[in-house]
């Protein structure tokens, strides 16, 4: 069998592909392959949960797929730009400007407005913020009329829904998600999963989610399963109950 990597995704309805991806981390008991030789497209406009066991890599698959940690082997595209290929300063750019990042923690600045939090990095970058594109943001993450509120003043729910509209500020190619309702009471995690199906079906939106959670996984047009760094299975328009079916046989 050849070695040589398959050449990089250029079709436009990919919004990320990962090809032969491999992520190895060095520990005193030897190395560990956090991913082995994983090979996957997200379809633009798709919201995809990721899951698996403890330790299945789907966290490390977040990171590589976002920039955020290079892989050992392998190429990522995003946004038609292979990530290997640039510098520092340019991988810093292309997150900010194609790339969204939410987390469970909301990482919201407690003395700034709802609004000023998410013109935050805009400012940062030396950017100039269009006022109209940060009220849109609110606006479109059903938050509107509370740009002046501050974090305290919000909700769990609305403070993971402006940590949602800062991402989406930039109108970014994909949204990274990484257990974003963890922190969230059982209704105010299906508002924000609901709005972020929304995002994909009304706004062609691209979301990744990691989650360990069934139902909130069944909120997604599809699920991909990782068990010791490799896709183990996939599953489209399933309900929770077949999700934590599958999760249960990867667990065995």
């Known amino acids: 069998m050849s070695n040589t990597l398959s050449p990089p995704v250029t079709d436009t309805s990919i ?7 491999t992520r190895t981390y060095r520990s005193r008991s030897g190395n560990v392959q956090a991913l082995q030789g994983v090979t996957h497209a997200f379809t633009k406009g798709t919201f995809t ?21 290079r892989p050992t082997r392998g190429d ?7 990530l290997s290929q640039l510098g520092q300063t340019e991988l810093t750019r292309l997150r900010r400007t194609s790339m969204g990042f939410v987390f469970q923690a909301y990482n919201l600045l407690d003395a700034l407005t709802a ?20 009220l849109g943001a609110l606006d479109q ?56 199906r929304s995002l994909t079906d009304d706004h062609g ?3 990744v989610m990691v989650t360990h959670d069934p139902l909130a996984a069944s909120y997604a047009h599809g699920v991909l399963f990782l068990a010791d760094g490799q896709i183990v299975g996939r599953l489209h328009q399933a309900d929770a109950t077949s999700i934590a079916a599958a999760m249960s046989e990867l667990e065995r």
Request: charged share 20%; no cysteine; glycine share 12%.
């Open 15 to 21: 919004a990320v592909a990962l090809d032969g991806i």
């Open 49 to 69: 949960a990721v899951m698996g066991p403890s330790g299945s890599g789907k966290s490390t698959l977040l990171q590589v797929a976002a920039g955020l940690d």
């Open 76 to 82: 990522v595209t995003v946004a038609g730009r292979i």
């Open 115 to 134: 609004y000023d939090n998410v013109a935050l990095p805009a400012r940062l970058a030396g950017i100039r913020v269009d006022r109209a594109a940060v």
């Open 141 to 196: 993450v059903g938050l509107h009329g509370l740009a002046t509120r501050r974090p305290p003043e919000l909700s769990g729910g609305q403070q993971q829904r402006v940590a949602i509209a800062r991402a989406l500020h930039t109108r970014p190619a994909v949204l990274f998600a990484d257990e974003p309702t963890g922190a969230l009471d059982r209704s105010s995690g299906r508002q924000v999963l609901e709005l972020l």
């Open 205 to 207: 939106q691209t979301v």
